[in-house]
Nanobody, 115 residues
Framework: QVQLVESGGGLVQPGGSLRLACVAS????????MGWYRQAPGKQRELVVT???????NYVDSVKGRFTISRDYALNKVYLQMNSLRSEDTAVYYC?????????WGQGTQVTVSS
């Protein structure tokens, strides 16, 4: 069983930055893929960024140049650095990991961008 716990969400003004963290219960090297998704009120959950064990990283167009994913293999953590935040980035952000064909999700962390 994989457990993922997100942290780092909060309230930030437009143009500000936040760094989200996701800690996994096991080695992130074992996962076929990991990533961040988000769900805004009244909308479907959408992909923000994913990376595969093979090294491929994919960002949704709306965050390219503003968001950066990084990994700390020693701590089994994945980070999402979010810069130049906009009101439309407001959502619950979820960490996701794929292992042996199953997708595992964290409980989510709220990000609110508002003045």
């Amino acid at each position: 069983q994989v457990q993922l716990v997100e942290s780092g969400g909060g309230l930030v003004q437009p143009g500000g930055s936040l760094r989200l963290a996701c800690v996994a219960s096991g080695s992130i090297l074992s996962f076929n893929a990991m990533g961040w998704y988000r769900q805004a009120p009244g909308k479907q959950r959408e992909l923000v960024v994913t990376f595969s064990r093979g090294g491929t990283t994919n960002y949704v167009d709306s965050v390219k140049g503003r968001f950066t994913i990084s990994r700390d293999y020693a701590l089994n953590k994945v980070y999402l650095q979010m810069n130049s935040l906009r009101s439309e980035d407001t959502a619950v952000y979820y960490c996701m990991a794929t292992l042996r064909g199953f997708d595992y999700w964290g409980q989510g962390t709220q990000v609110t961008v508002s003045s």
